[in-house]
């Protein structure tokens, strides 16, 4: 950003604080695929919203609800942009171990600093963090090392840190395809998963939450479950080709299992968000002519008709609405959609900012709002002009994170990387 002039400006044309912010968030970062940050922007957006509406506007969070879940419209976006580029990531590189080198320093890093952050202001008694119940400290801190927590049986440390357990089965899925080489049955695996969902439903098959974890134990199977994850990514890592194969499966295989038989999500949801993420690869490769856009349209239909269907068949209950979830998932493809047939033309800088730093906003809001939670109190009346205000406070302190965090340990990753040579 520029130095203020030395003969200070009038009043009419010195900029405000606002526009500051917005060109700062407008310059974040520069662009390739611009049509993806400004949908992950806008994902980002819409969950901080429906996160934050619970202190600042629940009645009319109330209401909106069972008309639209704005929480699962966002994550869904999310799903299918992480779809869209992460097979893409890993077959430019076109080695194991760089991918999972950048996975790690684009993930872990912020990640870490929000935790210990947290975990310090509980300290301080500023905001309060989840009850673990029974389970010890070393075994919740060695669940969320793996990122698996959600399916492992163990409560969030932050709520929102529950779809990076799904984000990380979907990494274990995509290197299992590539190393046996089917990874570019994308659009198979989408439809598989989808109809899978739905003929679960229609079966009657459910499954209740954790239920592995109450069959086992949450104890050994985080044991089995993180002795499994590090065998799996330094086997998929080697120089070995039977190595890599053993680690790609094993990491697949884990992922297969504990998605449908330890979520917390209902079995057909949990089969339905990987199938999401598959539909985004599915289009990938139809973008890249490797199949054809039929291909990716139908994959589409199927996956958007099993996902409906399935979400219909599961009814209503006392955690779901059906007609939330359903208008919420249409209209995430739907955004999608808009965004690839806009994939040519020119974002606006503001959108691709906001994706830029979108990371750093799904990370930090839920600290902000412990915080507040913890101080000030949720509101008892719907307040605008509150809820105006903390995306004006938080998204300065993102600027701040993805600058000062995320930003060097992606330039670190990089460099991590090229000192490796591929397998």
Request: hydrophobic share 50%.
């Amino acid at each position: 950003m520029e130095s203020p002039p030395l003969v200070p400006a009038s009043p009419a044309r010195s900029p405000s604080v606002a526009s500051r912010l917005l060109d700062a968030i407008a310059t974040a970062a520069p662009s390739r695929l611009g049509w993806l940050d400004a949908l992950r922007g806008i994902a980002a957006l819409v969950v901080v919203f429906d996160h934050s509406s619970y202190t600042f506007m629940a009645d009319f969070r109330r209401e909106l609800m069972p008309q639209f879940n704005t929480s699962r419209y966002g994550i869904m976006v999310f799903f299918l942009v992480s779809g869209y580029i992460i097979p893409a990531s890993l077959e430019r590189r076109g080695c194991v171990r760089t991918f999972w080198i950048g996975r790690i320093f684009r993930v872990y890093p912020l990640w870490a600093a929000v935790v210990t952050v947290l975990l310090a202001l509980n300290f301080l008694g500023i905001a309060e963090t989840r009850d673990f119940g029974q389970q010890s400290v070393g075994a919740v801190a060695v669940a969320h090392a793996t990122m698996l927590q959600e399916l492992l049986g163990t409560p969030n440390l932050l709520l929102i840190l529950w779809t990076l357990s799904y984000e990380m089965a979907f990494y274990l899925l995509v290197v299992a395809l590539f190393t046996v080489r089917l990874h570019q049955r994308s659009a198979a695996v989408a439809v598989t998963l989808a109809v899978l969902a739905a003929v679960s439903v229609a079966a009657g098959v459910t499954l209740q939450a954790s239920a592995l974890s109450d069959l086992v134990g949450t104890g050994p199977l985080i044991g089995l479950a993180s002795g499994a994850l590090a065998v799996a990514i330094c086997c998929a890592s080697s120089g070995s080709p039977a190595l890599r194969v053993f680690g790609g499966v094993l990491g697949g295989v884990l992922a297969l299992v504990l998605v449908p038989l330890n979520g917390t999500v209902p079995l057909w949801e949990g089969l339905i968000i990987l199938a999401v993420m598959f539909l985004g690869t599915a289009v990938y490769r139809a973008e890249n002519g490797q199949h054809t856009w039929r291909c990716a349209a139908g994959t589409a239909a199927t996956v958007v008709v099993c996902a409906v269907g399935s979400a219909y068949w599961y009814g209503d209950d006392d955690h779901f609405t059906r007609r939330g979830w359903i208008v919420a998932f249409l209209l995430a493809v739907l955004t999608f959609g808009a965004g690839l047939l806009s994939r040519h033309r020119r974002i606006p800088r503001l959108l691709t900012g906001l994706g830029t730093i979108s990371y750093s906003v799904y990370l930090v809001h839920p600290v902000l709002l412990a915080v507040i939670d913890n101080t000030i109190g949720r509101r008892r009346q719907d307040n605008l002009a509150l809820q105006v205000a903390f995306f004006t406070v938080l998204l300065p302190l993102c600027l701040l994170t993805h600058r000062y965090i995320e930003a060097p340990s992606q330039t670190w990753g990089r460099r991590c990387a090229r000192r490796v040579q591929p397998p």
